[in-house]
């Protein structure tokens, strides 16, 4: 069936590095936009960036521009999510999406997120 | 950024209740309003997109509307499997926003 599965838990130090994975079964990789969305203990979703599999083209929320990084390796149809610089505030939730429809450098058409990762929590702690 | 206001914030309804959900946008979105149900510990679940088009698979007792920049998600007939966050969310323009969120309890 179509799903997302995505890499466990981390626990990670301020100030460093995590990378999580998320994992394309059931459908055509290239065919549809990946994006990632995170949700802190008991708060609300934010959208953090997504990418294209086909060509690789991402686009970030401003927040996140400068210190995440989403690559695909389309071989394994997986994408990588990588988080530098972690602080206690990105302690989170990091979900993967599928999204229908498209995005282009303006906004996404036609687009909901259809199928979700189940989650990756990343707990940032000195 | 475009904001979303979702309200109320929390509602207490009983089976067999109508419950309706608005999501104001801060500026015009057209329709690209979408609608997401979420348990506890479990990732969102698409209802609605395209402000009124419903997900395959969803029941037909959810449905949504526009009206300008204020979006509704009716349930007709609450269902005890329908007691939920459910989150707007805008495709319009970046950065992608969601609703704070709107939590559907037990009277």
């Known amino acids: 069936q179509v799903q997302l599965v995505q890499s466990g838990a981390e626990v990670k130090s301020p100030g460093a590095s995590v990378r999580v994975s998320c994992k394309a079964s059931?459908?055509?990789?290239?065919?549809?936009?990946l994006h990632w969305v995170r949700q802190a203990p008991g708060q609300g979703l934010e959208w953090m960036a997504w990418?294209?599999?086909?060509?690789?083209?991402?686009k970030f929320g401003q927040k996140f521009q400068d210190w995440v990084t989403l690559t695909r390796d389309t071989s394994i149809s997986t994408v990588y999510m990588e988080l530098s610089r972690l602080k206690s505030d990105d302690t989170a939730t990091y979900y993967c999406?599928?999204?229908?429809?498209?995005?282009?450098?303006?906004?996404?058409?036609?687009?909901?997120?259809?199928?979700w990762g189940q989650g990756t929590t990343v707990t940032v702690s000195s | 950024a475009i904001q979303l206001t979702q309200s109320p914030s929390s509602l207490s309804a009983s089976v067999g209740d109508r419950v309706t959900i608005t999501c104001r946008a801060s500026?015009?979105?057209?329709?690209?309003l979408v609608w997401y149900q979420q348990k506890p510990g479990k990732p969102p679940n698409l209802l609605i997109y395209?402000?009124?088009t419903l997900e395959s698979g969803v029941p037909l007792r959810f449905s949504g509307t526009r009206s300008g920049t204020d979006f509704t998600l009716t349930i007709t007939s609450l269902q005890p499997e329908d007691f939920a966050t459910y989150f707007c969310?805008?495709?319009?323009?970046?950065?992608?926003?969601f609703g704070g969120g709107t939590t559907v309890e037990i009277k």
């Open positions: 500026q015009g979105i057209t329709s690209a």
């Open positions: 969310q805008q495709l319009n323009s970046y950065p992608l926003t």
């Open positions: 395209d402000a009124s």
């Open positions: 990418i294209n599999p086909n060509s690789g083209d991402t």
């Open positions: 059931g459908y055509t990789f290239s065919g549809f936009f």
């Open positions: 999406a599928r999204a229908k429809g498209y995005c282009t450098g303006v906004a996404c058409y036609k687009s909901a997120f259809d199928i």
